[in-house]
């Protein structure tokens, strides 16, 4: 029988960008600030670990390992069904080699027909569940009710694995209607976590001075990895509505990063615009501190997704800077926003809505709870996040040693 100072927990993920490489930092920092017992094993694409601090990689306890980028290739440019099958074996492969008493599968959505069709894990496993939706009651076309019935049918299948333990889900409306489909599993909900950073006033102030924030106006914060699902064509053609005085009184900031081809799809949107909204592009990845200096020197945040599914960290981070959303009233986050009052959601498909959404914001009509920002804040912590899977875990271990 293992001593629990020898127990390996491995964690892995086929992706790095987005959130996914601070999901797993907050992990390995909570593991390592808190001297948690036994051996951590990262697998990882290539450069997780450059990322973190020196001692971490010192640690005799703490292991990074790269999933070769030829694996990463064959496995992700192969098609949509062969793909769930080829990362999964990708996991097995690695999980195989550690033989862990745990692992921990960053982004479950992505392995489910693996875990339930494929190879027999050697191992307990737990996982995030970002996208669950069948749980909305919406009105849908045909080809969406077919999406969610085909995601129900999949994630049933997918419970009935004898490896599945844990499931933590961002989307914590989904935890009952999952938890009555699968007894066994343990369904649980899920921080979704935010890193607070310090900074002044002089630091958010010098951030607008280089932005080039002109005075007098409202500022309206687009965050994120600039897609098209993030509702960006939607909020300027409701700018483009605006009158000339209405929009002499508001900026736009888009940030984070974009591909070529939508980079052109949206400056041809801008350039279309014929009125003194000033729009602000700012087109590169962010992290860290300025992320913060973004947040709290803007007036609204803007998370008009288009018919987003689950939670998003943007909701939580707006919380963080006491800013209100201006929001899509769709799904779990479209609820919450309204259920505690973060600002106002609207149907983020209409330019007319949003529009009117944001004349309320330049009139300061926009009404919103600071107390319930602040309580959610506290609730999605990145040490919350990672406390509550690993202390989950750690039982799962210890009461399999026992």
């Known amino acids: 029988m293992a001593e629990r100072s020898s127990m390996k927990l491995l964690i892995f993920d086929t992706i790095l960008n987005g959130h996914h490489s601070d999901y797993i930092t907050y992990l390995i920092d909570y593991w390592y600030s808190n001297q948690l017992p036994g051996q951590l094993f990262v697998v990882t694409p290539r450069g997780l670990a450059a990322s973190l601090p020196a001692e971490y990689s010192a640690s005799s306890r703490l292991h990074f390992v790269e999933i070769t980028e030829q694996e990463l290739h064959l496995a992700q440019n192969a098609s949509r069904l062969s793909r769930a ?11 195989e080699q550690i033989r862990p ?10 392995f489910q027909l693996g875990i339930w069709l494929g190879k027999k894990s050697p191992c307990p496993v737990s996982g995030i569940y970002f996208r669950p939706s069948f749980h909305y009651g919406m009105t849908a076309s045909l080809k969406e009710k077919a999406v969610v019935l085909r995601k129900k049918w999949l994630l049933k299948g997918v419970l009935t694995s004898s490896a599945l333990e844990n499931l933590f889900c961002l989307d914590k409306s989904s935890v009952p209607l999952i938890q009555e489909m699968a007894p066994r599993v343990k369904v649980l909900p899920l921080s979704d976590p935010v890193r607070r950073y310090d900074v002044s006033d002089r630091d958010v102030a010098a951030l607008r001075t280089t932005l080039g924030v002109e005075e007098q106006r409202k500022v309206l914060l687009l965050f994120g990895y600039l897609d098209d699902r993030k509702g960006i064509e939607p909020v300027l053609d409701a700018i483009s509505l605006l009158s000339p005085e209405e929009s002499s009184r508001l900026a736009l900031i888009l940030a984070g990063p974009i591909t070529d081809e939508y980079r052109k799809v949206v400056d041809a949107r801008i350039a279309s615009i014929q ?11 962010i992290k860290g501190a300025p992320i913060q200096a973004l947040f709290d020197g803007s007036d609204y945040v803007l998370t008009l997704y288009q018919r987003h599914v689950g939670m998003s960290s ?22 919450l926003v309204k259920k505690e ?62």
């Not at 009125?275 to 990845?285: F, L, V």
């Not at 943007?314 to 609820?335: C, H, N, Q, T, W």
Request: one cysteine or more; proline letters at 2%; a negative charge.
């Open 314 to 335: 943007i909701v939580i981070r707006a919380a963080l800077s006491e800013k209100p959303l201006i929001s899509s009233d769709f799904g779990y986050m479209g609820a």
């Open 341 to 402: 009052a973060l600002g106002i959601a609207v149907n983020s498909e209409s330019a007319v809505a949003i529009s009117e959404a944001f004349r309320q914001a330049l009139r300061g009509n926009i009404t919103f709870s600071l107390p319930a920002m602040r309580k959610l804040a506290e609730q999605n912590t990145s040490q919350m996040f990672a406390q509550q899977i690993l202390e989950v875990i750690a039982e799962n271990t210890a009461t399999a040693a026992h």
């Open 275 to 285: 009125n003194n909204a000033q729009i602000i592009c700012h087109y590169k990845e």
């Open 85 to 95: 099958f080829a990362e999964w074996n990708l996991y097995i492969k690695y999980a």
């Open 101 to 110: 008493a745990h692992a921990m599968l960053m982004y479950f959505d992505l």
